[in-house]
């Protein structure tokens, strides 16, 4: 096993009692969201202006629902996580694989989240350069799962994160309609 990976699941192994748990549910994705997507975004916004042509209501109603249902998505996965025992923070994970709820349908329904809010939020000021530089991290951690974190989770819950692999798209859910 990679050295590295052996020593983030030891880093992992640390406990938190539980408030400090909960001061990581609550603080974590006001930072992450204002910081990781938002702030890009925004930097984005201010520095190159590249219209995406959806000025009016249309668009802002639009970009309103996106960002909505990728806030929504992302609490669903906050409150499955808490459930689970962790939080959405690498540094305190969960202690079982959760495959209830997004995650029945897609690994990663977090990053699906983050990736609604930004392009909603793009939508919402009609700024194909906000959506560009807001989908940085996001595409950036898209690699980060699949060279370190898929490793960690194998080698932390084997044979269950395996199975869980095998059956569940990575990203984008499989659509059956009957």
Known sequence: MNRYIE??????????NKWGRRVLIVTFPVVFILSFLFAPGWWGFQRFLIPMGL???AGWYAGLLISASGVGLYLW?????????????????????????P?????????TS??????????????LS??????VVPTSYLI?????????????FGEAYLSYKKS??????????W
């Open 103 to 111: 995650y029945a349908v897609s690994r990663n329904p977090m990053l």
């Open 77 to 101: 996965t906050i409150v499955l996580f808490a459930k689970a025992r962790g939080t959405q923070v690498p540094v305190a994970p969960t202690q079982t694989v959760v495959t209830s709820g």
């Open 130 to 135: 906000f959506m560009l530089a807001g989908l």
């Open 55 to 57: 000025g009016g209501a």
């Open 144 to 156: 980060y799962i699949k060279l370190v974190e898929e490793a960690e989770l194998e080698a932390r």
């Open 168 to 177: 569940t798209p990575f990203i984008v859910p499989k659509m059956r309609f």
């Open 7 to 16: 020593q983030h699941i030891r880093f992992q192994k640390r406990t938190f």
């Open 114 to 127: 983050a990736i609604f809010m930004v392009c909603g939020a793009g939508m919402l000021f009609n700024s």
